[in-house]
């Protein structure tokens, strides 16, 4: 959002696109934005759109991280320790990535290592 203010005020001064990425370039390093994309940003002002924001994106919204499904991932554990992701998946009625997702990101749980041990068998000489 910074560098798309940047780009809308060298564009406001009459600066090229070029310009404005090799001074974009000197000030960000390689986290500057491309030249392609300050082109792009320097079309849309010349069209008329001065909003600096991004457009609303048709697209599935994000359902799955609601706080009331991180809610119910944190409870089904705690009633069966044996749920795998994909009997919860079924449960909750949510993707497998968003189950997994809330797990690791959400509520930071990880797999635990479970070491089975062989029983030590005696040689019949001892």
């Given at each position: 959002m910074e560098q798309r203010v940047n780009i809308k005020f060298c564009f406001k001064l009459g600066k090229t696109a070029t310009e404005t990425h090799e001074m974009l370039f000197k000030v960000y390093g390689v986290d500057a934005v491309s030249k392609k994309c300050v082109f792009e940003w320097f079309k849309r002002f010349r069209d008329g759109k001065e909003d600096v924001k991004d457009e609303p994106r048709s697209g599935r919204p994000p359902t799955s991280t609601t706080p009331d499904d991180i809610e119910r991932v944190r409870r089904l554990p705690a009633d069966d320790r044996r749920l795998s992701l994909r009997m919860m998946?079924?449960?909750?009625?949510?993707?497998?990535?968003?189950?997994?997702?809330?797990?690791h990101e959400q509520l930071q749980k990880r797999k635990k290592n479970v070491y089975a041990f062989p029983t030590l068998r005696r040689s019949s000489n001892v």
């Amino acid at each position: 959002m910074e560098q798309r203010v940047n780009i809308k005020f060298c564009f406001k001064l009459g600066k090229t696109a070029t310009e404005t990425h090799e001074m974009l370039f000197k000030v960000y390093g390689v986290d500057a934005v491309s030249k392609k994309c300050v082109f792009e940003w320097f079309k849309r002002f010349r069209d008329g759109k001065e909003d600096v924001k991004d457009e609303p994106r048709s697209g599935r919204p994000p359902t799955s991280t609601t706080p009331d499904d991180i809610e119910r991932v944190r409870r089904l554990p705690a009633d069966d320790r044996r749920l795998s992701l994909r009997m919860m998946t079924e449960e909750l009625k949510i993707s497998l990535d968003s189950v997994s997702n809330i797990i690791h990101e959400q509520l930071q749980k990880r797999k635990k290592n479970v070491y089975a041990f062989p029983t030590l068998r005696r040689s019949s000489n001892v």
